[in-house]
């Protein structure tokens, strides 16, 4: 919404400056913009006197001119027709940037004659679009006067208006806010009703829900053609186009009174009756209606439509765009007004099905006042008869406004209960009827009835803000929160705490960590086993992000390629996440996912690089770090999901209801999908999956440090080559739960000496003693129950 | 005597040549052994008379011991300049370069909610979460939004297609549904442990999670970071509400001189709403806080409004509170000076390098927010 500072004058009395208004609206919840300042623009122009124009002795269209300059007498050269001794102009000194032609002025000789500055038309300062010659101003100005000045440019004023507030969408509402806000004083809005000279031969009519209240009346005999002056400037200085008086004085109105009209040239309308209606379905199909702005649009069922000749001819959508068929033109003489209020859902919906966002729209769909309906047909009234003449007819109307906003009772104490302010009572009734509203103050609560044109205020709690926001929002006392008790530990969560631990400990190993979008391509995301229809999005911004992830790992892989591509191919990247497993709540969940692509740079001593065991050590040392019971996990190879190398990939697991992670090198098929080049290893657990800490407080079971040395015994199995290690190595750990402290594999072997399709797995079994060291015979013992166990999972002691 | 004197000048010279410690070692033998010289000698004084050995005996003992000495001085120098021939032939190049370490980092949006998350935690929050995916009636409905309000539109949320039973589903437009999730009266477990159920008022929490809209620029992404924060109790005013923010952000930003204000504003579910700016200056082209004459918006607020917390079920006559919103990601850009929003999700390792958190960047109370 936009206004002028002079157009805000015509209904507050006021001398603020636009800083101040500015100030005054923001603070009052008018967001401004930005303020648009002619002024600022054409700040080098200044009024100039031509004293003498002589013709150029080298060139027949230029004169050479003694101009009286705000920088005194200065010789220029000019090629306006117009330039003559005498006349009053705009003057442009050397250096100075002239908009119209986008170049600077600087100093030099014009046909032999050096130009000191230049004379300016409306179109080189851009004041108009075209000019045929230099500004010829009154001679009353004096030298040196800015050209803004001169010109009666104003500053304009843009801002922002909240869909609650559509009495902002006319320069009267704003008006009776600044005036709440101590800006000046609100000049009487009343608009005297015109009495009618003849009934109007034209009817109205309404039907169905979108037009609630049709008022309209005609006037014969006026004279159209363009409108006055200042009719016009005051349009143009906001933007708008004039066409005519009776059109431009229906977008005054709008602009002045959130007041939407229509004048239909009456000389073309059809029969003798406007109807207001809802679009008709028919069996050759809907109604189509081509509109001001010349296009064609069909009508459908829940669309406001206005017709005559019976209700059978669309001349217009209502509260939206009048029909071409009706409009007005500079041949009009017999004109019929429309002011009628639409139902804001509808002209909405309307709205967004045509494409259609004109001024009227934009009002309707916010709700204009439905009081002023008639108010608003008056005062075209008034503006008609007063600039293209002619004799009303009596006003008609069709229909019911809806219900004025309902008398809400308010404890004027409420204003301190809700906002802390403390404000007298007085001052908040002062407050509130300066903004239309009606106080009963009999009794301790007050009967309140807001105005028509305030359909956003339902309750006491909007009465505070109009009271709050009025008396300013910088008077608020900043008041410390009351204790509370806080939980003992902490605030987050056992979950929140492990993502925010991941976090930092997948950083503390060198990975970098990413966010990237919730949302992936529906092949990618069919790929790691999502893509149901169920999370495709109706409207995504673009089919590259139209399906929730099922995995955090495609975008990471994603990352990784783009990385690559630009010549940074070495990634560790890590994401703390959700993924979407349908749409339900509980299918969401929260996964750490990362990823390894080494390409480490050489190296001068051909060390080993990263591969897939360094990201399992990532992997197992990050589940400790969240508490999951690494001890009891079991790797189940070869279960991963399809999305990896069968071969080279794993499950973590408790069970196999229990999946804590899935790790391993991508699948190359899936690699090649994305765009990346492979190895890429990974892994991605499921956060929900571990399970909660079982130990509540902060306090620890006493540490076991055993005093006795632990001692090392060696054996190597044979077992079948296709044996998972993790077997042997459980069933070894486990054949002496109380001596046996740890079993770990130190070597792997096949060749000479191992049978064809076998592998030599070598274990370092430690033993710690822990009453008394270990006898020879109870070592013994140990070693055959070891070796027993092994057998029991196909491994046999090798010789 | 002679025979002493010689030997021991023998013993000396070969001493004091041999080679490495291998030579020493076999002249030890040879000397001092069990069929050495010297112990040769000290095997004669058995069959000495008392008188010839008084004078041989310490002759003999005395060679002995001294040439034990020589020895182990020998073997002393001779082990010290092998190992110093061994270091000098362990030299190693350390200007070479060693392996190379990966540096991870912790991304700056999830760096700025921990630091959100510690200071709100201080002040009493809990930290409550919800579903990315959300209802039409949580997202919006419960919230106070007028059916067709300009959000709801097409423009601004992205939505699925309707299911069996006809309802749309929705991407959570703020992290505002949450305070509908915290607050509703309802005898229901949540569908999954970790999403925010029924809390008994006082209420204190905020939500920070995911959240999506149809829009893409500079400053806008379609998917970004939020913060939602939530007070329910008897007797809050705005007065609590402006306490809040403004000492929130006057920690958050950890710089001096960080100035607010608070504006009115709408929003369908607060009411009274504003929206609080904070003092800029924007004229180097870039925005810096804590100083300059200029206001830069930096969230919305409000008192809750009446209809929502009746629709959840809580009495607004004995109950009121306050809400706000924050971008997680913006006030990061803020704060840290990243200019564009969509570098935040782009993954590029060069800018994670640059403006990622070290892992020891936790918030803490002695060091500050990073």
Redesign the interface.
């Known amino acids: 919404m936009k206004f002028t500072l002079s157009w805000l004058r015509e209904h507050l009395d006021t001398d603020a400056t636009t800083a101040r208004v500015v100030e005054a609206m923001?603070?009052?919840?008018l967001?401004v913009e930005h303020v648009i300042d002619p002024a600022t623009k054409l700040a080098a122009f200044t009024v100039a006197k031509i004293v003498e124009a002589v013709q150029h002795p080298n060139a027949d269209r230029l004169r050479v001119c003694q101009v009286d300059t705000i920088d005194g007498r200065k010789e220029i050269v000019c090629g306006a027709p117009n330039a003559r001794a005498g006349l009053t102009t705009v003057y442009a000194p050397i250096g100075s940037y002239v908009p119209g032609l986008g170049v600077t002025l600087v100093e030099k000789p014009v046909r032999g004659v050096v130009s000191n500055g230049m004379l300016c038309s409306a179109a080189e300062m851009e004041t108009a679009e075209e000019s045929d010659g230099i500004l010829d101003l009154d001679d009353g100005l004096a030298v040196g006067t800015p050209a803004a000045v001169a010109l009666g440019l104003e500053a304009v004023i843009d801002f922002e208006v909240?869909?609650?507030?559509p009495d902002w969408l006319g320069v009267a509402g704003i008006a009776r806010d600044l005036s709440a806000a101590g800006l000046g004083t609100l000049r009487d809005l009343s608009v005297a009703p015109v009495p009618g000279k003849f009934p109007s031969p034209i009817s109205v009519k309404v039907d169905g829900d979108a037009c609630r209240l049709f008022a309209g009346r005609l006037i014969r005999g006026v004279k159209n053609g363009p409108s006055p002056a200042w009719l016009q400037a005051r349009l143009k200085a906001i933007g708008l186009r004039p066409i005519n008086t009776l059109v431009d004085i229906t977008n005054l109105i709008t602009y002045d009174r959130a007041r939407p009209l229509h004048v239909y040239d009456a000389a073309r309308l059809v029969g003798t009756t406007i109807e207001a209606r809802l679009g008709h379905h028919s069996e050759h199909g809907d109604e189509h209606l081509i509109a001001l702005d010349g296009k064609t649009y069909d009508l459908g069922p829940r669309m406001s439509v206005i017709a005559d000749a019976g209700g059978e001819r669309p001349i217009g959508l209502g509260g939206i765009m009048g029909g071409e068929s009706t409009g007005c033109s500079n041949e009009t003489t017999e004109v019929f007004v429309e002011s009628a209020w639409f139902d804001?859902?509808i002209t909405?919906?309307t709205g967004?099905d045509t494409g259609i966002t004109s001024d009227a729209q934009y009002r309707f769909?916010r709700g204009v006042d439905t009081g002023f309906v008639v108010g608003g047909l008056e005062l075209a009234t008034r503006l008609i008869l007063e600039l293209c003449g002619g004799e009303p007819s009596d006003v008609v109307v069709a229909g019911e406004a809806p219900a004025p906003p309902a008398v809400v009772a308010f404890d004027p104490d409420y204003v301190?209960?809700?906002?802390?302010?403390t404000i007298p009572a007085d001052r908040s009734a002062q407050i509130l009827e300066t903004l239309g509203f009606g106080i009963d103050r009999a009794g301790a609560t007050w009967t309140v009835t807001p105005p028509t044109w305030r359909r956003d205020v339902e309750?006491?709690?909007?009465l505070?803000?109009e009271v709050?926001?009025i008396a300013g929002?910088?008077a608020?006392?900043?008041?410390?929160?009351?204790?509370?008790a806080?939980?003992a530990g902490?605030?987050?969560?056992a979950?929140?705490n492990r993502a925010?631990i991941a976090?930092?400990?997948?950083?503390?190993?060198?990975?970098?960590?990413?966010?990237?979008?919730?949302?992936t391509r529906n092949a990618v995301a069919k790929l790691f086993g999502g893509g149901a229809?169920?999370?495709?999005?109706?409207?995504?911004?673009s089919v590259e992000?139209d399906t929730?992830r099922p995995s955090v790992l495609p975008?990471?892989i994603e990352?990784a390629g783009?990385?690559a591509r630009?010549g940074?191919p070495?990634?560790?990247?890590f994401e703390?996440?959700?993924v979407?497993a349908g749409?339900?709540?509980?299918d969401?969940r929260?996964v750490i996912a990362a990823i390894l692509a080494p390409h480490?740079?050489r190296?001068?001593?051909r060390?080993a690089g990263d591969d897939l065991f360094t990201v399992k050590a990532d992997l197992m040392a990050l589940l400790e770090e969240l508490g999951a019971p690494v001890a009891s996990l079991q790797t189940a190879q070869g279960s991963a999901a399809s999305w990896w190398h069968p071969g080279r990939s794993a499950r973590l697991q408790l069970g196999p209801k229990a999946v804590l992670a899935e790790f391993g090198e991508l699948h190359p098929a899936v690699l090649k999908a994305l765009d990346v080049d492979g190895p890429v290893y990974a892994f991605e657990i499921q956060v929900?999956a571990i399970p909660e800490p079982k130990r509540r407080g902060k306090g620890r079971p006493a540490a076991d440090l055993p005093a006795l040395m632990p001692l090392s015994r060696d054996f190597a199995f044979l077992v079948d080559a296709a044996k998972p290690a993790g077997d042997l190595v459980r069933a070894v750990a486990g054949a002496d739960k109380a001596l046996i402290a740890s079993a770990r594999v130190f070597d792997v072997y096949q060749g000479a000496g191992v049978p064809e399709g076998h592998k030599s797995i070598a274990i370092e079994v430690v033993l710690q003693p822990r009453e008394k060291t270990l006898a020879e015979a109870e070592i013994e013992a140990v070693s055959a129950r070891i070796v027993a166990a092994a057998e029991k999972v196909g491994g046999r002691l090798r010789g | 005597m002679t025979d002493l004197t010689t030997l021991e000048a023998d013993l000396s010279a070969q001493v004091a040549a041999a080679p490495d410690v291998a030579a020493l070692e076999a002249l030890r033998v040879a000397a001092l052994g069990k069929s050495g010289s010297i112990s040769g000698l000290l095997k004669t004084l058995g069959s000495m008379s008392p008188d010839e050995r008084r004078e041989a005996g310490p002759a003999i003992n005395g060679l002995r011991d001294r040439v034990a000495a020589a020895l182990g001085e020998r073997k002393a120098a001779l082990e010290a300049a092998e190992l110093d021939a061994r270091l000098a032939a362990e030299t190693l190049d350390l200007t070479?370069?060693a392996?190379?370490?990966?540096?991870?980092?912790?991304?700056p949006?999830?760096q700025v909610q921990?630091e959100m998350?510690s200071i709100f935690?201080e002040?009493?929050?809990?930290?409550a979460?919800?579903?990315?995916?959300e209802t039409d009636f949580n997202n919006f409905t419960a919230l106070n939004f007028p059916?067709?309000?300009?959000a709801r539109?097409?423009h601004d949320t992205?939505?699925?297609?309707p299911?069996p039973d006809g309802e749309?589903?929705l991407?959570r437009t703020h992290t505002s549904p949450v305070q509908v999730r915290a607050m509703q009266r309802t005898n229901e477990k949540?569908?999954?442990?970790?999403?925010a159920t029924t809390i008994e008022p006082?209420i204190?929490i905020v939500v920070p999670g995911?959240t999506?809209r149809?829009d893409?620029d500079a400053t806008h992404s379609?998917?970004f970071?939020q913060m939602e924060g939530l007070?329910i109790?008897k007797?809050?005013?705005?007065?609590?509400?402006?306490?809040?923010l403004?000492?929130f952000i006057a920690r958050f930003f950890e710089v001096e001189g960080v100035v607010s204000?608070?504006?009115?504003?709408?929003f369908p579910f607060t009411?009274?709403?504003?929206?609080m700016d904070i003092g800029c200056d924007r004229s180097g082209g870039e925005i810096r806080i804590g100083t300059g004459s200029d206001w830069l918006e930096i969230l919305g607020c409000g008192?809750v409004?009446?209809?929502v917390l009746r629709l959840c079920g809580i009495d607004?006559d004995v109950y009121?509170g306050f809400a706000f919103g924050l971008g997680i990601d913006r006030l990061g850009m803020l704060k840290y000076g990243m200019p564009d929003l969509r570098d935040?999700?782009?993954?590029?390792?060069?800018w994670?390098?640059h403006y990622?958190?070290?892992?020891?960047a936790?918030p803490n109370p002695a060091t500050g927010l990073s």
């Open positions: 923001t603070m009052a919840g967001e909240t869909p609650n507030r804001p859902i909405a919906q967004r769909a301190r209960q809700l906002s802390g302010l309750g006491k709690a909007d505070v803000e709050a926001r929002y910088d608020l006392p900043a008041t410390p929160l009351p204790e509370t806080r939980p902490g605030v987050l969560t979950r929140q925010r976090r930092r400990a997948l950083a503390a190993a060198g990975y970098s960590e990413l966010l990237t979008w919730s949302f229809d169920e999370l495709v999005l109706a409207n995504p911004m992000i929730m975008g990471l990352a783009r990385n630009r940074f070495d990634a560790a990247l703390v996440g959700p979407f749409d339900r709540p509980q969401q929260l480490a740079p190296g001068w001593d060390r929900e | 070479l370069p392996p190379p370490r990966r540096k991870g980092s912790v991304h949006t999830m921990d998350i935690a002040m009493g929050f809990a930290v979460e919800g579903p990315d995916i059916e067709k309000h300009p539109e097409m992205f939505f699925f297609n299911g749309r589903k991407l949540p569908a999954a442990p970790w999403i006082p204190r995911r999506y149809c893409s379609p998917m970071h007070v109790d007797g809050i005013h705005m007065g609590h509400l402006k306490w809040t403004e000492t204000r608070f504006r009115p504003h709408h009411e009274p709403s504003a929206e008192m409004h009446p209809n607004p009121q935040m999700f782009e993954g590029d390792t060069r994670l390098r990622g958190f070290s892992a020891f936790a």
